[in-house]
């Protein structure tokens, strides 16, 4: 069973950074399609940036030229770099991994406030 287990979160001013890291074990990474994802209160998940496993990366319109998603196969971790950040980002974020229909894994999130 795949898990993923998401660090990184916190406190940051506006205008500063953070990186999330999410470590994932129970099955073979490299085959699968990573991702983050956020929610933040009253509104609904929405996909932040996504790489897949052959690097193609994708990000939302938001975060362009801010966050950078990367991954390292060697350690079976998936990176979201943070910068720039804006109150706007608050939110829970989770990592996700998915791999065609059924196989579709989530981490338990973690808190990003955006703050002076």
């Known amino acids: 069973q795949v898990q993923l ?3 990184g ?3 940051v001013q506006p205008g500063g950074s953070l990186k999330l890291s999410c470590a994932f074990s129970g099955s073979i990474f490299t085959i699968y399609t990573m991702g983050w994802y956020r929610q933040a209160p009253g509104k609904q998940r929405e ?3 996504r790489i897949t496993s052959g690097g193609y990366t994708n990000y939302a319109d938001s975060v362009k030229g801010r966050f950078t998603i990367s991954r390292d196969n060697a350690k079976n971790t998936v990176s979201l770099q943070m910068n720039s950040l804006k109150p706007e980002d608050t939110a829970v974020y989770y990592c ?3 791999r065609g229909t059924g196989h579709d ?3 338990q999130g973690t808190q ?3 703050s002076s």
């Open 47 to 49: 996909l932040v940036a």
């Open 105 to 107: 894994y989530w981490g």
């Open 96 to 98: 996700n991994a998915v």
């Open 9 to 11: 979160g916190g406190l």
């Open 112 to 114: 990003v406030t955006v």
């Open 5 to 7: 287990v998401e660090s």
